[in-house]
């Protein structure tokens, strides 16, 4: 898609983490070196979902070199620590604190786009758990959250409203039909809730030989025509490919 038509619909696109050594002659110039790998992605993308941050929690410094090492040119996506969605615990609280004061150096520069929240399958619609995603969340107030939820019993009005209400936003995810996954495909966007001020989209492949045809390439980009003309007040949209 040309710059033209991103800029037009306020598209971010990019991929889940950009180091991966495998891409180079592919992706990446074979010559390129590791260090100026980032700089050239920025180049070819205008946003990067960070996912590191996921395994091994981040400081403020390390947030930051990645927007310096960008030229300043990228909206960053920031996938929450697993203390905070897969290994919760009683200090659960600390472990948002610790987070919320790394993100401050890229929310500072206005390019933090988003703070995905992604819950594993084994987390589910409970009483225990709806209260603390509703203390979670409140707890990120004035930062820019998505959700998404790997189990399809939270895929239900009353999650949507509850969302919306505290100013998060809800991830469609294009995924294999596996059972208790959410039912995600681009033959069904338009019947996909649209949550919050930020359509987040993420590929995840369909464990298939070849994740996605050209026919699907095409279909992705007719869902987004859809998601843009039905909701025109969204702030952004976001197209990541999890690789």
């Known amino acids: 898609m040309d710059s033209a038509v991103i800029m037009e619909r306020n598209l971010l696109i990019g991929t889940s983490g950009y ?4 891409w180079k002659g592919v992706f990446y110039p074979a010559d390129l070196k590791r260090k100026d790998f980032l700089s050239y992605y920025a180049t070819q993308f205008n946003a990067l979902e ?4 996921f395994y091994n929690m981040p400081t403020a410094e390390r947030l930051f070199a990645f927007y310096e090492r960008s030229g300043g040119r990228l909206s960053f996506s920031v996938k929450v620590n697993r203390l905070l969605t897969h290994e919760i615990d009683r200090n659960w609280k600390d472990a948002a604190e610790d987070f919320k004061a790394a993100l401050k150096s890229l929310h500072e520069k206005d390019c933090l786009s988003a703070v995905l ?3 594993p399958q084994s987390f589910h619609y409970t009483d225990e758990n709806r209260i603390y995603l509703a203390r979670l969340i409140d707890s990120f107030q004035g930062f820019p959250l998505v959700i998404e939820f790997r189990h399809r019993e939270w895929i239900r009005q ?7 209400e505290r100013g998060a936003g809800l991830v469609f995810c294009d995924m294999p039909r596996l059972k208790n996954l959410p039912a995600g495909n681009f033959s ?9 001020k930020n359509a987040y989209i993420r590929l995840h492949g369909r464990n298939a030989d070849a994740w996605y045809a050209a026919s ?3 279909n992705a980009a007719g869902s987004e025509k859809d998601l843009s003309e039905k909701n025109g007040s969204c702030r952004y949209r976001y197209d990541y490919s999890d690789s």
């Open 19 to 22: 180091d991966y050594p495998e």
């Open 50 to 53: 960070l996912n590191n941050t």
């Open 117 to 119: 929240f992604q819950f």
């Open 158 to 164: 009353s999650v949507f409203s509850g969302l919306e």
């Open 188 to 196: 069904n966007t338009a019947k996909s809730p649209f949550v919050g």
């Open 216 to 218: 699907d390439v095409k």
